[in-house]
């Protein structure tokens, strides 16, 4: 593992971890459209991206981005993983503060805007490559990372579509973090991008409805 990923993800434990207990700090960093509006406190477009709903969020996030990152840091480099990452985060943030503006109380945490672009990243580069096993089964019930993701966002979309109440996760930014996952990697490897598209459509089918849903339908926002 890269000594970046490990310090990433030892990071985000401890200060999930203290925010599960410390209700303070985590009122303090969580994403929240009218301190980030209202009060300008920027830094929780990034600092959201540390704090986590509670252990199996936390752990299906870290284990998410490790299983998706090995091909990040072979393609691009400890740099360009640091872009995906804290850029899908980043934006993901944005693309919600975009879909809330009007909502002031919406809050929402979690890594999946990262975790979301080093999926889309990696499943560019190589979707036939990449598999994600299940846990306690064989490695024959392994799933190729394009229907892992397909899962994944699916799960994602119709959670934002159906919100919970009590449900602080930050569905929404997971559109905006595949975006600039996918994005970073076509202007980097636009011919082996384009070699995939088959695959990235597949993946895509959620975030496809999820924007008609907001753009077409405004059934949030």
Same mark, same amino acid.
Do not use: C
């Given at each position: 593992?890269?000594?970046?990923?490990?310090?990433?993800?030892?990071?985000?434990?401890?200060?999930?971890?203290?925010?599960?207990?410390?209700?303070?700090?985590?009122?303090?960093?969580?994403?929240?459209?009218?301190?980030?509006?209202?009060?300008?406190?920027?830094?929780?477009?990034?600092?959201?991206?540390?704090?986590?709903?509670?252990?199996?969020?936390?752990?299906?996030?870290?284990?998410?981005?490790?299983?998706?990152?090995?091909?990040?840091?072979?393609?691009?480099?400890?740099?360009?993983?640091?872009? %995906?990452?804290? @850029?899908? *985060? +980043? /934006?993901?943030?944005? =693309? #919600? &503060?975009?879909? !809330?503006?009007?909502?002031?109380? $919406?809050?929402?945490?979690?890594?999946?805007?990262?975790?979301?672009?080093?999926?889309?990243?990696?499943?560019?580069?190589?979707?036939?490559? %990449?598999?994600? @096993?299940? *846990? +306690? /089964?064989?490695?024959? =019930? #392994? &799933?190729?990372? !394009?229907?892992?993701?397909?899962? $994944?966002?699916?799960?994602?979309?119709?959670?934002?579509?159906?919100?919970?109440?009590?449900?602080?996760?930050?569905?929404?930014?997971?559109?905006?973090?595949?975006?600039?996952?996918?994005?970073?990697?076509?202007?980097?490897?636009?011919?082996?991008?384009?070699?995939?598209?088959?695959?990235?459509?597949?993946?895509?089918?959620?975030?496809?409805?999820?924007?008609?849903?907001?753009?077409?339908?405004?059934?949030?926002?």
């Amino acid at each position: 593992m890269s000594p970046v990923l490990l310090i990433i993800i030892i990071a985000t434990a401890i200060f999930s971890y203290v925010g599960f207990t410390n209700h303070q700090l985590f009122e303090k960093y969580k994403f929240n459209v009218g301190a980030i509006l209202q009060k300008k406190e920027y830094v929780r477009l990034i600092s959201a991206g540390f704090l986590h709903a509670d252990i199996m969020h936390l752990l299906l996030n870290m284990y998410v981005l490790y299983s998706f990152s090995q091909p990040i840091f072979k393609a691009f480099g400890t740099p360009g993983f640091l872009v %995906i990452y804290f @850029g899908s *985060i +980043f /934006l993901g943030n944005l =693309f #919600s &503060l975009y879909l !809330y503006k009007s909502q002031s109380w $919406y809050s929402a945490i979690g890594a999946s805007g990262g975790v979301s672009g080093i999926i889309f990243a990696s499943v560019a580069l190589y979707p036939d490559l %990449i598999k994600i @096993g299940i *846990i +306690f /089964l064989p490695s024959e =019930f #392994s &799933l190729p990372g !394009y229907i892992f993701g397909l899962l $994944y966002f699916g799960y994602s979309v119709y959670m934002m579509l159906n919100p919970n109440q009590n449900d602080n996760i930050g569905h929404a930014a997971h559109l905006g973090g595949a975006f600039f996952g996918l994005v970073y990697t076509v202007i980097n490897f636009p011919a082996q991008a384009m070699e995939n598209i088959l695959f990235l459509l597949v993946m895509s089918l959620p975030l496809i409805y999820m924007s008609y849903m907001v753009f077409v339908k405004k059934k949030i926002g």
